[in-house]
């Protein structure tokens, strides 16, 4: 029987979002961007990497092709001649937002279909109510940062002062968050997770996804650095999505890297979560050597977004998809001939682009294993036909959302 593996290369979209505008995006394409920045030398930096796009597996699985289809440009530095030998496309979100829980709740089988709380991009960015009620409920003796901001640079401007008074940094984005940011050994890791926990049944009634435990270590602005602890506090998930439907089925279900906090730890199975990317595909090695057949193995790596997406790191994000495509051929040997892996995105976070916040965006799709004939499976209506897919590999009741492709 066959084994589902979904690896979601988080941030990592290909552009051309029909409602891009609509969410202030208009023009951005991470992957195409990239690669052109790359082209023009503008990717380089001694120590870290140098050159054009150098993703030579997942241009065999037909990522350059993808990227075409969706913008309908050719992007640089790829032979588009070459025939990929994976199945190729690209999936259109149809969730309102474009954050961390709509798409992967969309890939999942289960878009979004309600409107999620933002905060105002004012200074404060918080409504007094909610504060006052975060630190009369939390014991806190205020808070600093009440804006939106980049996660390491508030740290930075914010991070001596927490220090000395003890209070957390409190910050947010163009996304549906609430992030905490506090210092892991002196404030201390699970009164973060306290404080967490009251922000998000405060922010219940705002509908807002996700409230983020962001610890750091360090003395000075000069050396905070962030730690792996982050913790997500999320909304659970709408019924009936991929995870669910194969634990109601009996099947084993891996949750790699954040997927337990994307999904409140609903329907998430085994939960393992690495240090970073490479960690995190050790952790899929490791899993593909024992989930039986039939089991579900779903797949966050977030380096891409939170090290060098937010940050506008062109070379960073450049070296980190590299490194990623250096690990490709490790995963494909890992995997059994009936097993059948999809490799996508939820979002983009065009390191070329204004600001600091996700892209509206289309995201590949590439898949292979399992016998599944290879070439164009088009653009996909709705990022639920990734799940509707599975879905049918692995005889699993459909989904209200999506259609299979020919797999």
């Given at each position: 029987?066959?084994?589902?593996?979904?690896?979601?290369?988080?941030?990592?979209?290909?552009g051309?979002?029909?409602?891009?505008?609509?969410y202030?995006?208009?023009?951005?394409?991470?992957?195409?961007?990239?690669?052109?920045?790359?082209?023009?030398?503008?990717?380089?930096?001694?120590?870290?990497?140098?050159?054009?796009?150098?993703i030579?597996?997942?241009?065999?699985?037909?990522?350059?092709h993808?990227?075409?289809?969706?913008?309908?440009?050719?992007?640089?530095?790829?032979?588009?001649?070459?025939?990929p030998?994976g199945?190729?496309?690209?999936g259109?979100?149809?969730?309102?937002?474009?954050d961390t829980?709509?798409?992967?709740w969309?890939i999942?089988g289960?878009?979004v279909?309600?409107?999620?709380g933002?905060f105002?991009?004012?200074?404060?960015a918080?409504?007094?109510?909610?504060?006052?009620?975060?630190?009369?409920?939390?014991?806190?003796?205020?808070?600093?940062?009440?804006?939106?901001?980049?996660?390491?640079?508030?740290?930075?401007?914010?991070?001596?002062?927490?220090l000395?008074t003890?209070?957390?940094?409190?910050?947010?984005?163009?996304?549906?968050v609430?992030?905490?940011?506090?210092?892991?050994?002196?404030?201390?890791?699970?009164?973060?997770?306290?404080v967490?926990?009251?922000?998000?049944?405060?922010?219940?009634?705002l509908k807002?996804?996700?409230?983020?435990?962001?610890p750091?270590?360090g003395r000075?602005?000069?050396?905070?650095?962030?730690?792996?602890?982050?913790?997500?506090?999320?909304?659970?998930?709408?019924e009936g999505?991929?995870?669910q439907?194969?634990?109601?089925?009996?099947?084993?279900?891996?949750?790699i890297?954040?997927?337990?906090?994307?999904?409140?730890?609903?329907?998430?199975?085994?939960?393992?979560?690495?240090?970073?990317?490479?960690?995190?595909?050790?952790?899929?090695l490791?899993?593909?050597?024992?989930?039986?057949?039939?089991?579900?193995?779903?797949?966050?790596?977030?380096?891409?977004?939170?090290?060098?997406?937010?940050?506008?790191?062109?070379?960073?994000?450049?070296?980190?998809?590299?490194?990623?495509?250096?690990?490709l051929?490790?995963?494909?040997?890992?995997?059994?001939?009936?097993?059948?892996?999809?490799?996508?995105?939820?979002?983009?976070?065009?390191?070329?682009?204004?600001?600091?916040?996700?892209?509206?965006?289309?995201?590949?799709?590439?898949?292979?294993?399992?016998?599944?004939?290879?070439?164009?499976?088009?653009?996909?209506?709705?990022?639920?036909d990734?799940?509707?897919?599975?879905?049918a590999?692995?005889?699993?009741?459909?989904?209200?959302?999506?259609?299979?492709?020919?797999?």
């Open positions: 029987m066959t084994r589902a593996i979904l690896i979601v290369l988080d941030s990592v979209g290909c051309g979002a029909e409602d891009a505008a609509a202030g995006d208009a023009g951005a394409d991470t992957l195409g961007h990239l690669a052109e920045a790359c082209a023009l030398g503008l990717g380089n930096r001694d120590g870290v990497r140098c050159g054009p796009l150098a030579p597996n997942l241009a065999a699985l037909g990522l350059a993808a990227m075409q289809a969706s913008t309908g440009r050719a992007p640089p530095g790829f032979d588009l001649g070459q025939r030998r199945q190729w496309g690209y259109i979100e149809t969730s309102r937002g474009k829980p709509s798409g992967h969309e999942a289960t878009p279909d309600f409107d999620w933002y105002a991009e004012t200074i404060p918080f409504p007094a109510s909610l504060i006052g009620a975060l630190i009369a409920e939390a014991g806190l003796p205020g808070i600093l940062g009440d804006r939106r901001a980049s996660g390491i640079a508030i740290i930075e401007d914010f991070g001596e002062e927490h000395r003890g209070k957390p940094i409190c910050y947010t984005s163009a996304d549906s609430f992030q905490i940011a506090a210092h892991e050994e002196t404030f201390g890791l699970e009164r973060l997770y306290e967490c926990r009251v922000a998000r049944r405060l922010c219940d009634p807002v996804g996700r409230v983020i435990a962001r750091f270590v000075t602005a000069k050396d905070f650095v962030r730690t792996p602890h982050r913790k997500d506090f999320a909304v659970p998930p709408p999505n991929l995870l439907r194969a634990v109601e089925a009996g099947r084993a279900v891996v949750s890297g954040k997927i337990g906090d994307i999904f409140a730890h609903r329907d998430t199975g085994r939960e393992i979560k690495g240090k970073s990317n490479d960690g995190n595909v050790d952790l899929l490791d899993a593909l050597k024992g989930t039986p057949d039939g089991g579900l193995i779903f797949v966050n790596l977030v380096d891409f977004d939170t090290e060098w997406g937010h940050r506008r790191d062109v070379p960073g994000f450049a070296a980190c998809l590299e490194a990623f495509d250096a690990r051929p490790g995963i494909e040997a890992a995997t059994r001939p009936d097993d059948y892996v999809v490799i996508t995105a939820d979002h983009g976070n065009d390191p070329t682009y204004k600001g600091f916040d996700h892209t509206r965006e289309h995201v590949p799709i590439l898949a292979f294993g399992s016998h599944a004939p290879a070439g164009p499976i088009g653009g996909r209506a709705s990022l639920a990734i799940a509707e897919t599975f879905a590999k692995l005889g699993l009741p459909k989904g209200r959302c999506g259609k299979a492709w020919a797999a």
